[in-house]
Structure formats: C-alpha cells, structure tokens
T-cell receptor
Framework: LAKTTQPISMDSYEGQEVNITCSHN???????ITWYQQFPSQGPRFIIQ???TKVTNEVASLFIPADRKSSTLSLPRVSLSDTAVYYC?????????????FGAGTRLFVKA | EAQVTQNPRYLITVTGKKLTVTCSQN?????MSWYRQDPGLGLRQIYY???????DKGDVPEGYKVSRKEKRNFPLILESPSPNQTSLYFC??????????????FGNGTRLTVT
C-alpha cells in the first residue's frame, strides 16, 4: 500500500498560487492520486483526481511527473476561505473499494 | 441531494456501554468505509465494505465492529467503548465505476467522547 508524505503546514497570502507536494514512492500501477480538502468539524471534500501528467478543474490543477512518485496540488490565487487541511490519497480509484491510507495532511493557512 | 448521513453528530458515553453510530448513503454506492481522526494522525481507516455482506479490516479495527446488511447502511458498533476511542469519526462511500474517478463522499462526522 502506498503511503504518502506531505508537508505538515504551509502559509500563504491571498491572491498567491499555492503548490502542495505529496510523495508516494510506492505507488502501484493501478493507483490513482486524489486530493481532498477538509475544514474544521467537516468531512473531507473531493478536490481533484489524476493518474498521470496534468489534470485541471475549476478549483485546482494536479501535476503528476512521469515516474508518479510524487504529485503537486496547485491552487491558483488562494483566498482566506482556502484555509483548510489538504490530504493526498493514493489508491486504486477504479475499484472504489480497498484499504485507504491518508497521510497526516497539510494545513494551509491563508493570510490577508 | 446526494449525501452521506451520520448520526449522532455528538455522543458522550461511559466506558463499557455499547453504542452504535449509524451511517447511510443515498447514492447507491457499493463501497463504504469508516475512519477515525485524531489530532496529528490524520484519517485512519477502521473498516470498509466492498458491498453488501462484504467487510474487511482497515488499519485500526481493534475495538470496533461493522455490518453491511443493506447497501445504503453501514453502522459502526463499539461493543465496549474505552477512553482511547474518544475521537472524531467519519463515514464515507464511493461507487465502483470501473472507469477511474471514484472519489470518496464523506459524512459530517460524529464526535465521540468516552469517559
């Protein structure tokens, strides 16, 4: 099972781009990379998922290098409301069912 | 509205008194899972279920039981709660689309305190 390593915390200012990197050296061939956002006292919320190269949606981009041993979540022009904990999860997304291992997450604090 | 519903949101109990936390989803998802979240430890998986009558242990199953008699429900049972099970619990579900992209949908959590 692929374990993940992320920075414990990051600070940023409103309007800046934030990049959070996750290491997953033991990622398996079938594993997808998924990022979640969690606000205090709420359940995590899906942000973006990818398998390789680059994925972009309305809220974020996900960059995955060719060896897939790491991934970077990019949040463009963050606002105060982006202050949250961000989790990287690696696993076989196409089965929808397996043992899931979350890392400790990255606490992002956006300042005015 | 598609959602995962957990009850209760808050629960205070005493050591040894059996309790059940309910979880229900209305998205017809095959996969359901329970996690506990403790400060500095992130989310740790307790049990998961691939489908009705199919359950398996996650990373921290000791002291917990689950059942999956119906597709929509996945209750978490603590037969004899202990103070070290004081935590924030989340239920989640996802589909098995076979095409990638099966993100987890989480409930709003149950904060359990065992004294």
């Amino acid at each position: 099972l692929a374990k993940t390593t992320q920075p414990i915390s990051m600070d940023s200012y409103e309007g800046q781009e934030v990049n959070i990197t996750c290491s997953h050296n033991n990622i398996a061939t079938n594993d997808y990379i998924t990022w979640y956002q969690q606000f205090p006292s709420q359940g995590p919320r899906f942000i973006i998922q990818g398998y390789k190269t680059k994925v972009t949606n309305e809220v974020a981009s996900l960059f995955i290098p060719a060896d897939r041993k790491s991934s970077t979540l990019s949040l463009p022009r963050v606002s105060l409301s982006d202050t949250a904990v961000y989790y990287c999860l690696v696993g076989a997304g196409n089965t929808g069912g397996f043992k899931t291992i979350f890392g400790a997450g990255t606490r992002l604090f956006v300042k005015a | 509205e598609a959602q995962v519903t957990q009850n209760p949101r808050y629960l205070i109990t005493v050591t040894g008194k059996k309790l059940t936390v309910t979880c229900s989803q209305n998205m017809n998802h095959e996969y359901m899972s329970w996690y506990r979240q403790d400060p500095g430890l992130g989310l740790r998986q307790i049990y998961y279920s691939m489908n009705v009558e199919v359950t398996d242990k996650g990373d921290v199953p000791e002291g917990y039981k689950v059942s999956r008699k119906e597709k929509r429900n996945f209750p978490l049972i603590l037969e004899s709660p202990s103070p070290n099970q004081t935590s924030l619990y989340f239920c989640a579900s996802s589909s098995r689309t076979g095409a990638g992209n099966s993100p987890l949908h989480f409930g709003n959590g149950t904060r359990l305190t065992v004294t």
